[in-house]
């Protein structure tokens, strides 16, 4: 271990990221991939869902150390033939660490494993969407089946898997936005009318005060710091609001800039909450609290009267209800003192436009929908909406999470969609909502669902109750994985299992009209298109598209119009139906094709609030303080500066200090001493919850840290073992992988053990 950095990106950044490209990939693969991507034309990053800044502002290395990460996983020279799969049983991959599975390279060919085999054996394409169709035509209802869709698959693939979906007959269509921003869109329509956050890359250039609230860029959204950089240039201050002190938010060198290679970086965070954790409700409830206060002083000069007038509803009761909550509530909660608060309040004050960015720190709670809901209160009070610089900013993760939804992929599709859907291709799409992840995995458990088809991802990693789920997931009669690479859910097999390999993102897309690209939206709400250039890792590979039009075809078998065949060979004839259903996408393939693309309009910036009161609304949030019962602790799961989501690239996490090991808790030292537990000591993680079953992740090593105090933090996916599948955030039903109480236990297990 060494001592965590106080600052992110920078020369070491830029030189890790090539020395992962060229163990990897071949130099020119990686140089191909490097120089194209986020360029207009280009790749669209498979990373996160960072938006780029405006063509003719982007530089020539227009990415992240972490990005050239992602794209280099996938542009890997490493293969996967039907021999690996002959060496090595199921059984035995099952016991392999996800990390093992990933470096075995890139699926080239689809293979299915038999009930009463041990092992996968290739099959070819034809047979394999028939055993798919079989099985789905077999089943007593169409919601026996669910379509899982992780965030990476392109808007033409998500629209493509959605309307197959309906068409067959049902709406399960979880996805992993389930399990990410589902928080943050609930309480979002509910108070905005839309799920989507309000501002744009210029907006954050432009504006005076930006809160980053639960979220770490210096990992996850790295291009977010030049954002920030920028911001800081106009005269921005940044608050910082974080159980941990992470290095993105303190400095940031950026390598794009020479005076980001050498000197000290930008003091990104000018001013840092370490908040405990699950304390932001109690902050923002704080700080409005502190604003009405100030407007008694000075009536007039603090709330935003016309705003609040004319657009919103709700205020009185809120303006009651804010009052009626206590510093002896707001303190606790949060782990802060009174003069830090007031700080905050005064930096606000000072502010005319003001951005509240977060993430997972907030949305991973089971009061994540509280927590955003009282971000929009906060946002509302001095009408920081709909105007220049000023907005909310949920920062989605998944390059393409945000277009899926656009597209479809959403159990709970308004009626306006579906209504759309049945006037272009005249079927009756099934109104009833469908399964999201956590219930389709309850489906699962009491056998009501059957056939899982997943779109990308690795859901067994990425859900809960790992346990649980796997059990759940065994009990189907077939699962299937449309993906890029192996992973652990590929050895959690239903009766019948399928491995369909695909075309990434990097990889040309030759169709019988010719050379394809595809389509992405990022977390501003822009549109754009994204061409792969390399050539594809096997030639028995099909594009995500392409499989599931077959799949279609095969399985409905003439019972819709639908042009299933049409739309395999030219992508254009899918984004021409999708212009004519969702709004915002006219004349979607002559746009799209202009350098920056499309930006969907956002109906709050027009003023326009489709709530139920038809204004944005004011809430009345419940006071919450998680706690742990003593001689415990709130453990967050969370990310390392090597992993993509359930994928870890090494073991290291360069900006913490950790090398060597991804089994490692951290704990601030006075909790330590208070566990009477030591550095370097090996514990096993226990988890309680009221179903008083054992959820127990075993070999931990403790590292001391500076964490909020009663917090700890270790890495999902290890921990996902240790979250209880019924341990959902009110509302909208998202695992809570953050704020999960456990307790520490002095370890059996040898450390050199490994265990999964
Ligand atoms: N390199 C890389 N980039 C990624 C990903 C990846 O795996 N690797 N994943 C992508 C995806 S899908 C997503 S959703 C995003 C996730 O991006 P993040 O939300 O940044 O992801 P996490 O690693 O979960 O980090 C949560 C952050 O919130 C803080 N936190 C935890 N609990 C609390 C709390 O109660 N209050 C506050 N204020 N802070 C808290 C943690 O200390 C941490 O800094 O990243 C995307 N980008
Ligand atoms: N405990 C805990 N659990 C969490 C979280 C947490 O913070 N803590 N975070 C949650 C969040 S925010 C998310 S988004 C989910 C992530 O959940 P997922 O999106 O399901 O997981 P990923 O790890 O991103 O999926 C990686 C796999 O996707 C496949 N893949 C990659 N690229 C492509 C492609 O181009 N096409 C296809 N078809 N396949 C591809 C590869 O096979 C790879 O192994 O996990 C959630 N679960
Ligand atoms: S910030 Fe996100 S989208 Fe941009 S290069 Fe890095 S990983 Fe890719
Ligand atoms: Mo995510």
New binding site residues.
């Given amino acids: 271990m060494t001592a965590p950095k106080t600052w992110a990106a920078g020369v070491p950044a830029v030189r890790h990221a090539l020395e992962y490209s060229l163990e990897e990939t071949s130099v020119r693969r990686t140089g191909v991939t490097l120089l194209t991507m986020n360029q207009v034309d280009g790749i669209d990053c498979?990373g996160c869902a960072w938006a780029d800044p405006a063509p003719g502002h982007r530089h020539r290395n227009e990415y992240c150390e972490n990005g050239a990460k992602h794209i280099n996983d996938?542009a890997t020279t490493r293969r996967i033939s039907a021999d690996f799969f002959r060496r090595h049983p199921v059984s035995e991959l099952g016991r392999q660490s996800d990390l093992w599975l990933?470096q075995q390279g890139r699926l080239t060919e689809p293979m299915v494993k038999r009930a009463e085999s041990d092992h996968y054996e290739p099959i070819s394409w034809r047979d394999a969407f028939d055993l798919i169709a079989a099985e789905l035509n077999s089943l007593e209802s169409p919601d026996e089946a669910c379509f899982y869709t992780?965030?990476?698959?392109s808007n033409e693939a998500a629209f493509v898997l959605q309307l197959f979906a309906r068409a067959f007959g049902t709406n399960n269509l979880p996805d992993?936005s389930n399990?990410?921003h589902e928080s943050s869109g609930t309480a979002l329509h509910e108070t905005l009318g839309t799920g989507k956050g309000t501002v744009s890359l210029d907006d954050l250039h432009h504006a005076d005060l930006i809160f980053l609230v639960g979220q770490n860029p210096g990992t996850n959204h790295p291009r977010q710091l030049s954002a920030l950089e920028e911001a800081k240039r106009n005269g921005a201050r940044i608050i910082a609001v974080n159980t941990l002190p992470e290095a993105g938010l303190l400095r940031f060198k950026n390598p794009q800039q020479a005076r980001g290679v050498v000197g000290h970086g930008t003091q990104i965070a000018d001013r840092f909450l370490h908040i405990r954790s699950g304390g932001d409700l109690a902050l923002f409830q704080g700080l409005n609290r502190l604003l009405l206060e100030a407007e008694d002083a000075r009536p007039g000069s603090v709330l935003d009267h016309d705003f609040i007038r004319s657009s919103t509803s709700g205020f009185e009761e809120f303006s009651q209800h804010a009052r009626g909550i206590g510093w002896d509530q707001i303190l606790p909660a949060t782990g802060l003192t009174r003069e830090e608060i007031e700080g905050v309040r005064d930096d606000v004050l000072r502010s005319e436009r003001v951005i509240v960015c977060w993430a997972?720190g907030v949305t991973?709670h089971r009061h994540g929908v509280p927590t955003v809901r009282e971000i929009v209160n906060f946002l509302l009070l001095r009408g920081n909406l709909g105007r220049p610089g000023a907005g909310a900013c949920p920062v989605r993760?998944?390059s393409n999470?945000q277009g899926d939804r656009t597209m479809g992929i959403w159990e709970q599709m308004p009626d306006s969609f579906l209504d759309a859907l049945q006037q272009v291709f005249g079927f009756d799409p099934p109104r009833a909502h469908g399964l999201d992840s956590v219930n389709s995995i309850k489906a699962m458990q009491e056998g009501r669902i059957k056939v899982f088809l997943a779109?990308?991802?690795?859901?067994v990693?990425?859900a809960?109750d790992s346990t649980v789920t796997e059990e759940a997931m065994r009990r189907c009669r077939l699962t299937a994985h449309?993906?890029?690479?192996l992973?652990r859910s590929h050895t959690v097999c239903g009766g019948t299992a399928l491995i369909l390999p695909?075309l990434?993102?990097t990889e040309r897309d030759v169709q019988p009209c010719g050379e394809q690209f595809v389509t992405v939206e990022n977390s501003m709400s822009e549109v754009h298109t994204s061409r792969g250039r390399l050539e594809p890792a096997s030639t028995l590979l099909l594009s995500?598209i392409a499989i599931l039009c077959r799949l279609a075809r095969h399985t409905l078998d003439g019972k819709t119009d639908i042009p299933w065949k049409q739309f395999e060979t030219d992508y254009g004839t899918i984004r021409h139906r999708i212009a004519h259903v969702v709004p915002g996408l006219h004349d979607f393939n002559r746009r799209v094709v202009r350098p920056g693309g499309i930006r969907l309009p956002n109906p709050v910036n027009e003023g326009v609030f489709a709530t139920a009161t038809g204004k944005a609304m004011f809430t009345c949030n419940a006071w919450a303080m998680p706690q742990a019962p003593d001689g415990h602790l709130l453990l967050q799961?969370?990310?390392s500066h090597d992993q993509?989501?359930?994928?870890p690239y090494t073991n290291n996490d360069r900006y913490r200090g950790i090398h060597g090991s991804r089994r490692v808790v951290l704990v601030n030292p006075a909790d330590l001493t208070e566990l009477g537990l030591r550095e370097g000591q090996s514990v096993d993680l226990v988890s309680v919850w009221t179903d008083d079953v054992e959820r127990r992740a075993e070999g931990f090593v403790v590292v001391p840290y500076p964490t909020s105090l009663g917090c700890a933090a270790a890495y999902?996916?290890e921990?996902?073992v240790l979250?209880p599948l019924e341990s959902v955030a009110e509302a909208s039903n998202q695992?809570t992988?953050k704020g999960i109480v456990v307790r520490l236990e002095p370890s059996a297990t040898r450390l050199d053990a490994s265990p999964q």
């Fill in positions: 498979p996938e990933n992780s965030g990476r698959a992993c399990m990410c997972m991973q993760g998944h999470v779109l990308a991802g690795n859901f990693r990425a809960p449309i993906s890029t690479k992973n695909t990434g993102r995500e799961t969370l990310r993509w989501n359930t994928i999902y996916p921990t996902q979250v695992p992988s």
